[in-house]
């Protein structure tokens, strides 16, 4: 009998998981579309089409999916006030193109802005190889941008000279060594010649999109957005 009601216990909490999987599954896919590629857009329930929200958009990195990024980022959206956009970058086998990253980008914004308007000048915030394209876009449109922050990035592209004032933050995990020093590197660098670019690396964390990097993500946003991020 006692067995038996273990398995009844077991069988009902394995039932709970599943179910508690599919609503999670089930809530993002309220937010997905397919054209003209794959994305997930989220606005709060505040949301006013008054074009003084901005426009955040999230990056996946290698590995992963725009729903991932998805359901790293909603969750904050409602108390920091921004819509969300997260487009798939990879392909299935993995690869990516910067170029058809940028159509990605273009063709997916096209589509958004028939759905939300927002503030002029939209936030982006990329992971790993997702990181690195976030800050080769920026520095190709930075008058389209009005921050960028870069979690565990491995290679940092050159900066262009109409980026100069363009706010970057860059994160990084003192474990993840390789890229803590070509962040420091890059830091050093692009400050030298006179870009606002700030690096933090967190004590003890290694390759991951860790928990401090995303509230100095959500602080670093909150400033950029209000002008201020200079004082950051």
Known sequence: MKIQLEKAILSFAILVLLLSGCAVLDSARAYRHETPTEYYLYWPDNYLPDGKWHLFIGLHGEGESSRDCFQQWQRYAD???FVLLCPTLFEEDGTFNVAKGEQTISGVLTEVYKQVVVAEGFFLVGYSAGGEFALTYAYRYPQAIVGVSVISAQNFPQPSAQAINLPVLITVGERDDERAMAAQDFAE???ARGFATRVVVFPGVDHQLSGDATRLTLDFYGQV?????MDY
């Open 225 to 229: 957005t209000l002008k201020s991020a």
């Open 79 to 81: 108390e920091s006030e």
């Open 189 to 191: 660098v692009s400050e």
